[in-house]
């Protein structure tokens, strides 16, 4: 790990240097495979990533504790109670505390 390494990215096919310091950081993250994508192509991927979650269909549910309608990013289930962020919050810290 004293050294840069050229590797090649496969979405573009160009050629990225996978420095010794990246080296050190993937081994002491315990990461065992080197990068397989370029910076640029690893950022495009992210984005998209983060905009597809961002896309994500959200369903109204009214909150089984406190009556007020909320959004969820699941289809609420007959039988199966739905909280809003506070109330589950508050179901959640009471839980571990």
């Known amino acids: ?11 573009c ?16 993250n315990g990461f065992e495979n080197p990068p397989r994508r370029c910076p640029a192509c690893r950022g495009a991927q992210r984005a998209q990533s983060s905009a597809a979650r961002s ?3 959200l369903f109204t549910a009214v909150c089984a504790d406190c009556g007020k ?3 969820v990013p699941f289809a609420p289930k007959d039988g199966k109670p739905v909280y809003c962020r506070d109330c589950f919050a508050a179901r959640r810290a009471s839980r571990e505390g």
Not at 1 to 11: E, H, K, P, S, W
Not at 19 to 25: G, I, L, R, Y
């Open 55 to 57: 896309q994500r269909a």
């Open 69 to 71: 309608e909320t959004q």
């Open 13 to 28: 096919g160009e050629p990225f240097a996978f420095s010794a310091a990246e080296q050190t950081f993937y081994a002491a």
């Open 1 to 11: 790990m004293d050294q840069d390494i050229t590797l090649v990215c496969r979405a």
